[in-house]
């Protein structure tokens, strides 16, 4: 066993029995490309790219992804992760930047750091860090004309001195 990838594309075609109307086929997947690091490997250095990388193995470095990182219950990760969604059964011991979402399972732990736009820490789920809650950029609020005023002033309805 070992380090391998593989690419998988599913093309939908319509099957129909003697007699039967064909079925409209459902467009077509798009391409996954998916690694798998199984255990008893370990990698050393940056892993960087686009798709889906699950570690059964032992990961010492530093992923950059677009996708996904999933760390199985077998897996360990020594370094940071920057990714899109990253699940954690294992162990990571860095920081996390999970773009839309970070998961740590009952069984998962995380020695480091999380900035995220969606949490869930399982019950049993171990996290020894801080958390950051990341949101896309706010629009930036439109300046109106204000009037400042030197004294503080009530309205009518409001009476400041009992009378």
């Not at 940056?46 to 950059?64: A, D, K, L």
């Not at 740590?104 to 969606?118: K, M, P, R």
Request: net charge negative; glycine share 12%; aromatic share 4%.
């Amino acid at each position: 066993m070992g380090f391998f990838s593989s690419t998988q594309r599913t093309d939908a075609i319509p099957i129909a029995m003697e007699g039967e109307k064909p079925q409209e086929s459902l467009p077509p997947p798009q391409k996954v490309a998916s690694t798998l690091i199984t255990q008893g490997v370990t990698i050393k250095g940056t892993v960087e790219g686009e798709g889906v990388v699950q570690v059964e193995g032992v990961v010492e470095g530093e992923f950059r992804m677009v996708g996904a990182v999933i760390v199985a219950d077998t897996g360990l990760v020594r370094g940071p992760i920057s990714a899109d969604v990253v699940r954690v059964a294992g162990k990571v011991e860095g920081n996390v930047t999970a773009r839309e979402h970070m998961r740590l399972e009952q069984s998962g732990t995380l020695i480091g750091d999380v900035a995220t736009a969606s949490l869930v820490v399982e019950d049993g789920g171990c996290l020894n860090g801080r958390s950051t809650m990341i949101k896309g950029p706010a629009p930036e609020p439109e300046l109106t004309d204000v009037t400042v005023t030197d004294d503080l002033q009530f309205g009518p309805a409001y009476d400041i001195e009992g009378e």
